[in-house]
């Protein structure tokens, strides 16, 4: 078992900005010069989701946005850097196959959505899918055990494998957690390089991250029976939404945490929430999308919302 740094093996060159969530995750070397080391998944304006084993905070990091082919400057991507880390607090780097693989980057500012860049639809909490839901993972990984980076975004097929089957004792085993999903098995995988990358899984035509890119077998990237193994992305929504949430003030009940994560709901002038405050108080909160817009910005990570509606 590896964790994977940078590869998608087999597969093929995906169309550009076919997958617009995707990110390249880049550490800074001799002054000026990034290295892209894993990729993400834009989940939020201003947040990153990817890979535990990917953060390394003595290193200077930025996220590229909008790219395809990481070596040429197409004029679509964005550059931010990244200005904080939240690792999921029960990782442990010495001990991969205990799960938890998982870490939101907070940008220094808000990335800019267009036609080259969309946010990742994530799945709802404790969503399972079936086996053989199609899949695809994506990345400018290595092309080739001990090859060398992609130039352009790839993507390569992986039909998900179920916990029943991965967890069997010729498959991983006990390795693999139920806080894990596992996709491939055969010719396509991911490698090192795609370590915090998406894993794209249909689900009613609609592509949604269902995983991150986590590790590979140490026998190699496309090992039969060993598929790349991805963290759940449905098991840590709850403690996504507690990293990433926004602090409602109301009177009488301060600290009390206001989680406004669905972004389609912004996309309207506003947005309703059943909010139940600390007490048990039950609240009907309006917020109009500037001030959601507000609520997200990374100036603002603490924001007096006014309440317009209270149902006691």
């Known amino acids: 078992m590896e964790a994977l740094q940078d590869k998608v093996v087999g597969g093929s060159e995906a169309q550009p900005h076919a997958w617009p969530w995707q990110v390249s995750l880049q550490y800074r070397f001799l002054y000026f010069w990034y290295f892209h080391a894993c990729g993400g998944s834009l989940v939020r304006r201003g947040w990153v989701m990817t890979a535990a084993h990917c953060v390394d905070t003595t290193k200077t990091w930025r996220v590229v946005l909008g790219d395809h082919n990481i070596y040429v400057s197409e ?3 964005q550059a931010i850097a990244v200005s904080n880390f939240y690792v999921h607090p029960n990782w442990n780097p010495n001990s991969l196959a205990n799960g938890y693989d998982i870490a939101l980057l907070r940008l220094s500012f808000d990335a800019t959505l267009n036609s080259y860049v969309q946010l990742a639809s994530l799945p709802p909490f404790g969503q399972i899918l079936p086996n053989n839901n199609p899949c695809y993972v994506t990345g400018w990984g290595y092309t080739q055990s001990g090859g060398q980076l992609s130039a352009s975004l790839k993507q390569a097929y992986l039909p998900l494998v179920d916990y029943s089957t991965c967890s069997r004792s010729d498959w991983w085993g006990s390795t693999v957690k139920t806080t894990m999903v596992c996709a ?17 899984c249909q689900v009613n035509g609609r592509y949604y991250v269902h995983g991150v890119t986590s590790f590979v077998s140490a026998l190699g990237c496309n090992t039969l029976r060993k598929p790349t193994v991805f963290t759940r992305v449905s098991a840590y929504t709850t403690w996504m939404e507690g990293v990433s949430t926004c602090r409602l003030l109301l009177a009488n009940h301060r600290e009390s945490l206001f989680a406004r994560t669905n972004e389609n709901c912004l996309s309207q002038n506003k947005c309703s929430f059943r909010f139940v405050a600390v007490g048990g108080t039950v609240f009907l909160v309006s917020v109009y999308q500037a001030e959601g817009l507000w609520c997200d910005s ?5 924001t007096l919302i006014k309440v317009l509606t209270l149902n006691g």
């Open 75 to 77: 004029g679509t991507e």
């Open 184 to 200: 491939g098995g055969g010719s396509d995988s991911a490698c090192q390089g795609d370590s915090g990358g998406p894993l794209n």
């Open 298 to 302: 990374p100036s603002s990570p603490t």
